[in-house]
């Protein structure tokens, strides 16, 4: 049995023993090895302390509020889903839900109800979905709708500033500025407001026009990987499917895969609704979602083709660089989006991406912030 090997053996018994084993083991490799151990340590401490009866967490006498336990449990769910492979993953779950009782996500609404939306729980709301029932999940969806509306506020001014022109006088701007006053529709709609005996006219609605460029429709296409390891791109892609179709110009095409596809574009204009569509986890064939994106392009001169990956390809390589050639050759534009989380965190397989890069299509990781700015020079 040679060194790494056995430092192998060292580093699983080091997770089975825990903090039992004190100082006697040591996790062994070089540092990014020994900090991803760290962290998946900690993670089982925390699930299986529990089965020591030395958690602090587990006061049967405890009434009221939300303490750091119930954060730490969504947090713990998240990263159970990053560090562990995903059959691994589906055991501490179960776990974690069946013998120590960590089920305070999926049994009270109430509970729900008063923590905070986030993108920490609705990441946590997204991977425990399929448990859910009734009240608890109809609760789970009002907190992805509050989620996916406020990360929309934040982008959506970014994206519409980048279109200026003409004014579009049939859709209501949320930029209230007074250049974008439409005075007609303003008053045509509080004329039933008008006082006779003043003669005024009380304004209770006052209305606001969009600005838009004159361009064709463009239809946008977004494949989103839906594996474990994408979540947040996911949250984010739904959200942007959202805005691109509010567009006056820009017909958008949502699909949504792993090894299989799923188109949700009839549900574009509902982020909530697409989020709890997703089954997250399995395997990934890009290569076959851009297949079927590539039968979605009608009109390659105005058509964007945006993929949402890892990059690292389950099905055949050959056959993603050959589709991804074609998409290319007729026209269309074609970009593979690395990092579209709230962390924005690069990784994603770079040979491959450099392959697609070198025949014209566009890779790149970005933050959310450059995210909107960038989708619209896409479709300019």
Same mark, same amino acid.
């Given at each position: 049995?040679?060194?790494?090997?056995?430092?192998?053996?060292?580093?699983?018994?080091?997770?089975?023993?825990?903090?039992?084993?004190?100082?006697? *083991?040591?996790?062994?490799?070089?540092?990014?090895?020994?900090?991803?151990?760290?962290?998946?340590?900690?993670?089982?401490?925390?699930?299986?302390?529990?089965?020591?009866?030395?958690?602090?967490?587990?006061?049967?006498?405890?009434?009221?509020?939300?303490?750091?336990?119930?954060?730490? !449990?969504?947090?713990?769910?998240?990263?159970?889903?990053?560090?562990?492979?995903?059959?691994?993953?589906?055991?501490?779950?179960?776990?974690?839900?069946?013998?120590?009782?960590?089920?305070?996500?999926?049994?009270?609404?109430?509970?729900?109800?008063?923590?905070?939306?986030?993108?920490?729980?609705?990441?946590?709301?997204?991977?425990?979905?399929?448990?859910?029932?009734?009240?608890?999940?109809?609760?789970?969806?009002?907190?992805?709708?509050?989620? !996916?509306?406020?990360?929309?506020?934040?982008?959506?001014?970014?994206?519409?500033?980048?279109?200026?022109?003409?004014?579009?006088?049939?859709?209501?701007?949320?930029?209230?500025?007074?250049?974008?006053?439409?005075?007609?529709?303003?008053?045509?709609?509080?004329?039933?407001?008008?006082?006779?005996?003043?003669?005024? *006219?009380?304004?209770?609605?006052?209305?606001?026009?969009?600005?838009?460029?004159?361009?064709?429709?463009?239809?946008?296409?977004?494949?989103?990987?839906?594996?474990?390891?994408?979540?947040?791109?996911?949250?984010?892609?739904?959200?942007?499917?959202?805005?691109?179709?509010?567009?006056?110009?820009?017909?958008?095409? *949502?699909?949504?895969?792993?090894?299989?596809?799923?188109?949700?574009?009839?549900? !574009?204009?509902?982020?909530?609704?697409?989020?709890?569509?997703?089954? *997250?986890?399995?395997?990934?064939?890009?290569?076959?979602?851009?297949?079927?994106?590539?039968?979605?392009?009608?009109?390659?001169?105005?058509?964007?083709?945006?993929?949402?990956?890892?990059?690292?390809?389950?099905?055949?390589?050959?056959?993603?660089?050959?589709?991804?050639?074609?998409?290319?050759?007729?026209?269309?534009?074609?970009?593979?989006?690395?990092?579209?989380?709230?962390?924005?965190?690069?990784?994603?397989?770079?040979?491959?991406?450099?392959?697609?890069?070198?025949?014209?299509?566009?890779?790149?990781?970005?933050?959310?912030?450059?995210?909107?700015?960038?989708?619209?020079?896409?479709?300019?």
């Amino acid at each position: 049995m040679n060194d790494n090997t056995n430092q192998t053996a060292l580093n699983r018994w080091k997770l089975i023993l825990g903090s039992l084993s004190g100082n006697d *083991l040591q996790f062994g490799g070089n540092q990014q090895q020994i900090n991803q151990l760290t962290d998946m340590e900690e993670l089982l401490d925390y699930l299986y302390s529990r089965a020591q009866g030395d958690d602090v967490r587990q006061d049967s006498g405890r009434s009221g509020g939300l303490g750091k336990s119930q954060i730490m !449990a969504a947090e713990w769910i998240t990263k159970i889903r990053r560090l562990f492979p995903k059959e691994t993953a589906d055991v501490l779950e179960n776990h974690a839900l069946e013998k120590f009782n960590m089920t305070e996500l999926l049994a009270d609404k109430k509970i729900l109800e008063r923590m905070t939306p986030d993108m920490n729980l609705l990441k946590t709301i997204l991977q425990l979905k399929h448990l859910m029932r009734g009240d608890v999940l109809n609760t789970a969806r009002k907190i992805a709708e509050k989620v !996916a509306q406020e990360l929309s506020s934040k982008i959506e001014n970014d994206i519409r500033r980048t279109f200026s022109g003409r004014i579009d006088r049939n859709s209501s701007s949320p930029v209230k500025s007074a250049r974008n006053l439409d005075f007609k529709k303003t008053i045509r709609h509080n004329l039933k407001n008008y006082d006779s005996e003043s003669g005024q *006219l009380i304004l209770k609605n006052i209305y606001f026009s969009n600005k838009i460029k004159k361009y064709n429709n463009k239809r946008i296409i977004i494949a989103v990987d839906e594996s474990g390891s994408m979540l947040g791109s996911v949250i984010y892609s739904a959200v942007m499917a959202q805005i691109i179709a509010r567009l006056p110009f820009a017909e958008v095409k *949502l699909v949504i895969f792993d090894t299989s596809i799923v188109d949700l574009s009839g549900e !574009a204009g509902d982020p909530a609704q697409v989020l709890m569509s997703v089954q *997250l986890g399995g395997g990934t064939d890009i290569g076959k979602a851009l297949g079927y994106c590539e039968s979605l392009i009608a009109s390659p001169s105005r058509t964007c083709v945006i993929v949402v990956t890892d990059l690292y390809e389950g099905g055949a390589e050959k056959n993603l660089l050959n589709i991804s050639r074609n998409i290319i050759g007729s026209g269309a534009k074609l970009n593979f989006l690395t990092a579209l989380d709230e962390n924005a965190n690069p990784a994603y397989n770079r040979l491959l991406g450099q392959k697609l890069a070198d025949m014209g299509a566009f890779v790149g990781a970005m933050t959310p912030e450059q995210l909107g700015n960038y989708i619209s020079k896409m479709i300019l």
